[in-house]
């Protein structure tokens, strides 16, 4: 099998994103509320963006609406040239909370989804065995979740949405509820994944340090209603190691967003 082409079909150069025109309003009894208000936004295949912003400006929204969870009342958003009316195999998310089946062990939760689309026992054997090596999780293949810590939770819900061969990876806040050290950890897990699998990720944090180490681009969303206020190219080596925090550029770049953040919750 080429390196290119996952287990699940995926082949480097899918996963371009466009959103055009998204508005999203909320209705609640007799108000209306607008979270949402014309987005544009282009994410190239196998690119790694994340969006960044103050809280309730809309950024879970806007992932929502991309999974196909939530219906937009305005504009549309095309994967691949696809336009999205629901949930697809093509878009994969991982969320903050811990969404295993806990009556399921480590494999089965990886397999679930191929099991679901009716790929064979072989298959899915030869699925989960790559995803639990990328995930560095064979030696916890049976155990339940229970059993698991935070960071590997996340790496078995990491694995099962990749085990299902997505084009685009949405993760809303995956990492908030680990404790620091887990965190960089899964961060550098997470870029490994990203350069094997060739998915495109986006990606949303609070957390201007991740988003920076992670990213090829951060969008900074604002409120009232949600927009995109800038967009920050990342211009750091490809290779990231943890060194990468200490780099200029990386400072520069963390002290732009931070202020313009600050500027936009005051
Ligand atoms: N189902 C809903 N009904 C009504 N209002 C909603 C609903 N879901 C979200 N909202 C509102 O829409 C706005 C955007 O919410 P959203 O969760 O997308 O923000 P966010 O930027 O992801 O916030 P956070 O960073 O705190 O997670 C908020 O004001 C929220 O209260």
Redesign the pocket.
Known sequence: MSEAIGVAGVEAGQGSITIRGIGKT?R?GKTN?R?LGNIDLDIGANEFVTIL??????????LRIVAGLEESNEGVINVDGDTVVGPGADRGMVFQGYTLFPWLTVRQNIEYGPKLKGVSILDRRAISNRYLRITRLESFASRFPKQLSGGMKQRVAIARALANGPKVLLMD?PFGALDAQTKLEMQEALLEVWEREKTTVLF?T?DIDEAIFLSQRIVV?G?GP?HIVREFPVTLPAERTSDVREHPDFLKLRREIAALLKHKEE
Request: hydrophobic share 30%.
């Open positions: 909320y609640t509320f979270a912003g103050p809280s309730g400006c809309g950024k879970s929204t806007l806040e949303i609070h969303m409120a949600g």
